[in-house]
């Protein structure tokens, strides 16, 4: 006798997609990190990421709660505020074969954590680095942060009037080999950028714009729904093609830039800015720089380079985790210490 | 340099060679900063080693890197007392800054070795003077003007072997170990101290009673620094990840790690099974230690107070998370910057409760570098079996000074590892709660990123957790997570390091004392038994929280003199904390703190004043 139960839809690991889904989320409806949280729960569950394979970590902030609320199948660590670098880099060097995402703030990391935050990119460790960016601290109500742009307005009519951190262009300066900015909002493009995320190599840095519904969403700011459904300029359409599907596009070659990952997924930018090059920093951060002058809030991928060494390659560590090592591998034998009392003497 | 008469207990102004002064005095060499002395000063330290003396050997450096003064002193002791004393008898003046005061602060009947044009002779006349021409005997030796600087200091290490009858085949053999593998180098300072020797052999006459006989104390016997030790240690804990910020005086500690590391963790494909990583900044580093040992990585860093204030935060989640990891604070003298190349055990509250809200660690207290060695690696299994960080609280004397040492022994028992669940485990029982107390000990079981069950994972966080690790701000459940710790933090007395009873139950008054404090303390006990007839008991603290046996020590005696090197008598004020009302007030303080390394005779004045005497 035939079942009327549907089968849910399984990855290519056998997975339904709610092995991928977390805890019921405590911030505000609307608020755009939630939307966030679904498109890291779409990508892993696409690219049929073992949940028990991924390390989620953050720090302090209405962002770095959201880990909750995806992927319960997966370590989590909420650390401190502004270390998220500090304590995924210990985690990474204890276990360097696990996917790791992190999920910070833009106060978590251009303020009380930009010293960890530039390091991080300057080691290239291999991680997927995403700010929730709303411009503001949420859980102190409100106060500007310091991505907030120069003439952003308060709900309070208070205006912010120091220029805003563009942590796209200190990401793509000091190391990171892949830099795009997106917006919650835009479900195609985050997700794709996501999943091309999953298969990089190296330090991934996310700027996500993620409206605060509850500070950040009036007349006046630059981080609202509003403005950046109005000032939304992508730069380039990200199409990506996982390894294990066989899919192949024609495409006018002049148009596309067409990028190998190391998983052997293929990332395909299709050019919307003209002669955007997106493995050159210096024009990177110049056409951002430019976009800032123009009120522009350029979207997309703005830098990628999959050859570049990440930290774990310049320690040049073995394959396995190196905190699962035997005893026999981690404590010198007792002809060691012998060799060495005896050079004491 | 401290100005004072020869300690006590010793014999005064001889200056007959007949009345011999053997195996029992101090040197005190005086340097500039950064000309190569430190290497003539270990060849002279490890040519009395040579000859069968206990010695010690303490430098006393400024926090610059070249130009300032530094002295090295080096005490022979036939008695095996290597505590500082306050004054040396014995002067070796090499630099013009400060020759005029070392002569003024030596102790009447002592011997000075000094260039000649210094003319020292004209501020002294109870003190025997050897001048030497060092330059001329350079020049004669060494052609290349550039490296005379560092050969001069080779040719005082010929002329003090000679005045003070130390086997120049000796020297020769300390020299070959110190320069071993570079035939050129060797010659060059082999030819140095020769040239030394001889002259002190045609033109001085030996009119000093100061002696250096050969004894057997040494046969066997290793001389380390406390910082090498603890790497050594931390090496054979198999620590795996090391994140550190560059600070004296606990620099040493990561550098000696490093090169075991290299040593002894490189596969024969040339790959690393270990990771150190030079940090950012001391928050950093506390940060990756804790994410590595989250993570299931044996991992450590080293700092000293400033570095220890920045970790303080960390330290707290680490506590309330309950993630291992070591931390080694070499304490220097604070606070603030304060004089960051001097010594101190100013460190023990603020580290003992490190973080806000309710926080306490497991503090461990090396009083030798035996015991840095020891502790270097009980630290690692107490941090994995405890789920919780662990701080070795060395200081710069014990760290960064040279001690002669019994040889270490390989540690007996395997790693401990803790409490960890594995995917088999997790197949047997279905499932587990990350903080429930299971077993009845306050510790829970953990997992590790990368355990491959679906129920494998859990939520760690700094916020209110329950036992399933789940957010909560209920006050029951808050409560009994901070009761849980607390037991924990109780049941952790019978797991640390034990104190060690030097002396009990012979006397109604009783000493107690922690770390480097020790050197000076039992050479004092001695001194008060020699001079007041008293026979005191001592017993040595090695952790916190505080075994029940430091308890019942206080409660069998009268009076307890708590000993330690602060202002604000931290470790009386910490057993203040944890003794009933009724014992509490027999403790009464000697402190030290003036950055220098505590001297038995600073502690026996301070009691016999205490007591009357």
């Known amino acids: 006798m035939a079942t009327a139960t549907p089968t849910p839809k399984l990855n290519h ?18 608020c755009g990190h939630n939307a966030i949280s679904e498109r890291i729960i779409d990508a892993m569950f696409e690219m049929g990421v073992e949940p028990e394979r991924v390390m989620k970590m953050s720090g302090i902030g209405c962002s770095s709660k959201s880990p909750a609320y995806f992927m319960n199948r997966s370590h989590a660590f909420n650390s401190v505020h502004g270390r998220m670098a500090a304590v995924s880099t210990g985690a990474i060097l204890a276990n360097h074969t696990m996917t790791t995402i992190g999920v ?37 109500k409100g106060q500007f942060s310091a991505t907030a742009d120069i003439g952003s307005k308060l709900k309070t009519g208070v205006v912010n009037d120091l220029p805003a951190i563009d942590t796209c262009a200190l990401a793509i300066q000091l190391g990171a080999t892949f830099v795009g900015r997106s917006f919650s909002g835009d479900k195609k493009q985050l997700l794709s950028m996501l999943k091309a995320a999953i298969s990089h190599k190296g330090t991934v840095m996310l700027d996500v714009i993620s409206p605060c519904v509850t500070f950040n969403d009036h007349e006046g700011s630059t981080k609202s729904y509003k403005f950046m459904q109005e000032n939304d300029e992508p730069i380039n359409e990200i199409g990506f093609v996982p390894s294990f599907e066989d899919i192949s596009v024609d495409y006018d070659s002049g148009q596309v830039y067409d990028v190998e990952m190391h998983d052997g997924s293929s990332l395909r930018l299709r050019k919307l800015l003209e002669d955007y090059d997106p493995t050159n920093k210096a024009d990177a951060v110049r056409t951002l720089m430019e976009a800032h002058s123009n009120n522009e809030v350029l979207t997309g991928v703005f830098y990628i380079n999959t050859e570049q060494p990440t930290f774990i390659d310049l320690l040049n560590v073995v394959d396995e985790p190196l905190g699962q090592q035997p005893e026999s591998v981690t404590r010198p034998p007792k002809s060691a210490l012998d060799g060495l009392m005896a050079n004491l003497q | 340099m401290a100005t004072g008469d020869l300690a006590l207990g010793h014999e005064q102004g001889a200056l007959s060679a007949n009345k011999r002064i053997s195996n029992d005095f101090s040197i005190n060499v005086a340097t500039v900063n950064g000309s190569g002395s430190q290497s003539a000063n270990s060849v002279l330290l490890k040519s009395i080693f040579g000859m069968g003396v206990p010695v010690s050997g303490k430098n006393l450096f400024p926090s610059n890197i070249a130009g300032l003064p530094t002295w090295y002193t080096i005490r022979a002791s036939k008695d095996g007392y290597v505590a500082r004393k306050r004054a040396a008898e014995v002067l070796v003046a090499l630099n013009p800054e400060t020759a005029r005061q070392d002569m003024l602060d030596m102790p009447a009947g002592g011997a000075a070795i000094y260039e000649e044009n210094f003319n020292l002779q004209q501020y002294r006349d109870d003190v025997v003077c050897y001048p030497v021409p060092f330059d001329k005997i350079t020049a004669a030796i060494c052609p290349e003007a550039k490296l005379r600087k560092l050969v001069r200091n080779m040719v005082y290490v010929g002329v003090a072997a000679q005045l003070l009858r130390i086997d ?20 060059l300072n082999y030819g140095a101290v020769k040239a030394g020797f001889e002259y002190a052999a045609e033109k001085l006459t030996k009119q000093d009673p100061f002696v250096i006989e050969r004894m057997d104390q040494t046969a066997g016997k290793i001389i380390i620094d406390g910082n090498a030790a603890c790497g050594m240690g931390a090496v054979f804990a198999g620590v795996t990840v090391v994140a550190w910020y560059p600070i004296t005086p606990s620099t040493s500690v990561v550098e000696a790690t490093t090169d075991l590391l290299k040593k002894f963790r490189v596969t024969p494909e040339g790959k690393a099974t270990f990771a150190v990583i030079q940090a950012e900044d001391e928050l950093a ?48 003298t604070g606070p603030s910057t304060g004089l960051p190349t001097r010594t101190s055990q100013a460190d023990l509250l603020s580290t003992a409760f490190l973080s806000h809200g309710d926080t306490k660690h497991i503090v461990l207290l090396p009083g030798s570098v035996k015991e840095c060695f020891e502790m270097g690696h009980e630290a690692f299994d107490l941090a994995e079996r405890i789920q919780t960080p662990v701080f070795v609280l060395s200081d710069l004397d014990l760290g960064m000074n040279n001690w002669m040492s019994e040889q270490f022994q390989y540690p007996e028992k395997p790693l401990d590892r803790g409490k960890v669940l594995t995917a088999e485990d997790l197949n047997r029982l279905g499932s587990f709660a990350r903080y429930r107390d299971v077993d ?24 209110g957790h329950n036992d399933a690790a789940g957010y909560t701000e209920k006050p029951g459940e808050y409560v009994a997570l901070m009761e849980r710790l607390a037991r924990k933090f109780e049941n952790a007395r019978a797991l640390v390091p034990a104190p060690v009873t030097v002396k009990d139950k012979t006397s109604k008054i009783g000493f107690l004392a922690y770390g480097s404090t020790d050197f000076a303390l039992i050479e004092s006990l001695d001194e008060i038994k020699k001079h007041y007839g008293l026979d005191v008991d001592y017993m040595r603290i090695r952790a916190y929280p505080f075994a029940h046996e430091i308890h019942d020590f206080v409660a069998s005696h009268e009076r307890v003199y708590v000993v330690e090197q602060d202002r604000d008598a931290q470790l009386a004020s910490l057993l203040k904390l944890d003794l009933p009302a009724t014992e509490a007030v027999k403790l009464r303080s000697i402190l030290h703190f003036d950055g220098l390394p505590i001297d038995a005779q600073t502690i026996t004045e301070e009691f016999a004043t205490k007591e009357g005497l």
């Open chain 1, 104 to 140: 910070s703030g833009d106060g978590d990391t251009a303020s009380i954590g930009m010293g960890g935050f530039v390091h991080l990119l300057r080691r290239n460790l291999p991680m997927i680095y995403i700010i929730e960016d709303n411009g503001v601290y949420g859980l102190t």
């Open chain 1, 13 to 30: 690991i056998g997975l339904p997609i709610i092995e991928y889904r977390g805890g019921k989320s405590t911030l505000c409806a609307g």
């Open chain 2, 440 to 463: 009845g000990d306050g510790i829970g079981w953990r997992t590790l990123p990368g355990t491959m069950h679906p129920k494998a994972a859990y939520f760690t966080r700094g916020t």
């Open chain 2, 168 to 187: 120049l085949s000796v020297v020769e053999a300390g020299l070959r170990k110190q320069f071993a593998r570079k035939q050129k180098v060797f010659d």
């Open chain 2, 285 to 332: 580093a506390i940060g990756m230690v804790l994410g590595a040992g989250w993570a299931g990585a044996r991992s450590m860093t080293a700092t000293s107070g400033p570095g220890i204030s920045l970790m303080a935060e960390f330290a707290g989640l680490g506590y309330f998370a309950e993630i291992p990891g070591v931390i080694f604070d070499v304490q220097r």
